[in-house]
């Protein structure tokens, strides 16, 4: 077991690690209220009827969602004996609901067809990562983080099993547009949110990125809102075309003031270990931008 000096969300830190472009490339997500225990993997550990962490893998294989448990910071359920479920399109910041009989039955839906399970919902839903037996930075960042949010607003905050980035722990994941924060801390928590209920993306430097987006879109993202002043609009840059063909790649925004390319190339960052289990290093890659110009030349496809 490492040592709390040798804790994953440290070494990042002290390798001075961005966080820009590292969110999970994830479009559709199937969020399933349990209370734990969750276990080391989510699903085949977690304390669920036989079978059925199994099937929800395989659900996740036949859809190609990420499936998370998620459950209040206080343990208390919403919905007495039923089982809260949240279908959520990143790509269309869509989100719907459905509160089943029991958790078994969660097997049987599929959060691509939102009208034949799904209730629309409309208001935003805060996840923070709280799996502690995946990694102790996601339960001593994560669970801090989540009761500060509950603080703030106990229907829309949740604890959940792992999103992705554990060394970028406190990791809030903002739907439905699938918005990814780390390193955030309690006190940050509360404008975070009011933040996004207004549509806007803030503290941008602990912003890594949107979940439906690649990596390098991700981070190309991230250097134009920079670029033109922090623009924090979650609808100010959109994205219009993306060339990942060649080593450069290039990516060009819709923005307030017109149109931007970004031009970027992959890096590959120090050797470390990137979570506390790890028992070797790995190259890690980063995003290195090359150049932001304004009112691009139509060359790109």
């Known amino acids: 077991m490492p040592s709390i000096d040798d804790r994953c969300s440290l070494r990042s830190l002290a390798a001075g690690e961005s966080l820009a472009g590292t969110a999970s490339t994830i479009r559709h997500w199937l969020l399933i209220e349990h209370p ?3 276990g080391r993997d989510g699903l085949l550990d977690a304390r669920l009827p036989e079978g059925l962490g199994r099937d929800l893998r395989a659900l996740e294989s036949r859809t190609g969602a990420r ?7 206080d343990r208390k359920a919403e919905y007495g004996q039923g089982v809260f479920c949240c279908a959520v399109d990143t790509r269309d910041a869509w989100m719907g609901f459905q509160v089943l009989d029991g958790i078994d039955e969660s097997a049987l839906l599929d959060p691509r ?3 034949a399970f799904f209730d629309r919902e409309g208001e935003p839903l805060f996840v923070v990562c709280t799996h502690g037996r995946r990694d102790p930075c996601c339960a001593e960042r994560g669970r801090p983080l989540a009761e500060a949010a509950a603080a703030v607003g106990r229907d ?3 604890e959940s099993t792992h999103v992705g980035g554990d060394r970028f722990a406190g990791n809030v994941v903002a739907f439905p547009h699938g918005l990814y924060f780390g390193r955030v801390e309690p006190g940050e928590v509360a404008d975070l949110m009011r933040a996004y209920d207004q549509g806007r993306i803030s503290p941008l430097h602990r912003y890594r990125g949107r979940s439906c987006d690649p990596f390098p879109v ?3 993202e991230h250097a134009v809102r920079e670029h033109l002043g922090g623009l924090d609009l979650v609808d100010d840059v959109h994205r219009l075309r993306v060339d990942l063909r060649t080593a450069e790649i290039h990516v060009v925004f819709a923005t307030p003031t017109g149109p931007f390319l970004v031009r970027l190339k992959s890096v590959p960052g120090a050797p470390m270990r990137l979570t506390c289990h790890a028992t070797f290093e790995e190259t890690r890659r980063e995003w290195r931008v090359l150049g ?5 030349p139509d060359a790109v496809p």
């Open 156 to 158: 829309v905050a949740w």
């Open 113 to 115: 067809e939102r009208g």
């Open 292 to 296: 932001i110009e304004r009112d691009p």
């Open 218 to 220: 991700q981070a190309a």
């Open 67 to 73: 499936v998370l448990l998620i459950r209040r910071p």
């Open 36 to 38: 734990g225990p969750w």
